[in-house]
Structures are given as structure tokens and as C-alpha cells.
């Protein structure tokens, strides 16, 4: 938000950051409803979730 406010473009802050333009304009939704910290918070999220491979979830839970 801070390079927004040096006066840096949504495309060029989205290239800056590395997300993509509608990323930032979610940020700014956020921003704007008075949630700025939750910029930095995670959300859930929509996709496959993290892989893990078999013998790594095996380990976990031979304990």
C-alpha cells in the first residue's frame, strides 16, 4: 500500500509484488472496508490445497 501511495500504479505494484492486478484490487476492497491489516492476514482459499507426498504424511503420524 505504501508504494500505492507514492503514487505507483496497480499494474506496476501487482509487477513490483509479483501477484497478479486483481490481487491488489482485492487488497484495496480490503482496505477500503477497513480490514488494511488483513492485506497481511491469510485467507482461505480457493484450490487444491498443499501436497503432501505419502511417506512425509506416513512420518507425521507414526509417532
Known sequence: ???AADGMSNTALADQVGVSRPTVLGWWDRYVEGAWLGWRTSRARVGQGRFEPDS???SWSSD
Open 56 to 58: 512425509r504424511r506416513a
Open 1 to 3: 500500500m505504501l508504494l
